[in-house]
T-cell receptor, first 111, second 113 residues
Framework: GIQVEQSPPDLILQEGANSTLRCNFS?????LQWFHQNPWGQLINLFY???GTKQNGRLSATTVATERYSLLYISSSQTTDSGVYFC?????????????FGKGTHLIIQP | DTGVSQDPRHKITKRGQNVTFRCDPI?????LYWYRQTLGQGPEFLTY????????KSRLLSDRFSAERPKGSFSTLEIQRTEQGDSAMYLC???????????FGPGTRLTVL
């Protein structure tokens, strides 16, 4: 199956800082999503981005499918951005709609 | 609230008992997914439905696990003869057919004693 690697595994930043989270995947994908799992365990969908660039407020994401990576940018971090960020993908094979998740990047934003 | 809901939120059971969880997806979504998440790991895919049809099952879904979505609306996940290794958070997600962006429920945390 597809392998998903996220880096860095842990990141500690001061409020107001910017960060870039990376997701590498081992095979072609037709579905890539970024999620934020807050400290209460709720998974929040940030982006559906199989290719290209999208922006939503302080967050933006870019996927370069031909080079098998995606980046999540967080600008002007706030303490509420703390939590675990997951990249999840599904392959280009038929019926492959179940997402494969990476291990996540654990982000802590200090005030 | 029109998001994905799951019931119960917490379940404690003894080894060997059967448990059943329910998921109600976002009403206009025809795809429904079940995942399992253990501490420190990302969610792992278990199975997915399009309407009432179960279209994909992971190798993780042993024969003690069964899922149904009888009328293409809510879904149930049953675990028979629970084992301590089944302790995890069970997550449900739903998506629309044309835009496979998945939205997750709050999860059911299962503890097997």
């Amino acid at each position: 199956g597809i392998q998903v690697e996220q880096s860095p595994p842990d990141l500690i930043l001061q409020e107001g800082a910017n960060s870039t989270l990376r997701c590498n995947f081992s095979d072609s994908v037709n579905n890539l999503q970024w999620f934020h799992q807050n400290p209460w365990g709720q998974l929040i969908n940030l982006f559906y981005i199989p290719s290209g660039t999208k922006q939503n407020g302080r967050l933006s994401a870019t996927t370069v499918a031909t080079e098998r990576y995606s980046l999540l940018y967080i600008s002007s971090s706030q303490t509420t951005d703390s939590g675990v960020y997951f990249c999840a993908v599904a392959g280009s094979g038929g019926g492959a709609d179940g997402l494969t998740f990476g291990k996540g990047t654990h982000l802590i934003i200090q005030p | 609230d029109t998001g994905v809901s799951q019931d119960p939120r917490h379940k404690i059971t003894k080894r060997g008992q059967n448990v059943t969880f329910r998921c109600d997806p976002i009403s206009e979504h025809n795809r429904l997914y079940w995942y399992r998440q253990t501490l420190g790991q990302g969610p792992e895919f278990l199975t997915y439905f399009q309407n009432e049809a179960q279209l994909e099952k992971s190798r993780l879904l042993s024969d003690r696990f069964s899922a149904e979505r009888p009328k293409g609306s809510f879904s149930t996940l049953e675990i028979q003869r629970t084992e301590q290794g089944d302790s995890a958070m069970y997550l449900c997600a739903s998506s629309a057919h044309l835009v496979p962006r998945q939205f997750f429920g709050p999860g059911t945390r299962l503890t097997v004693l």
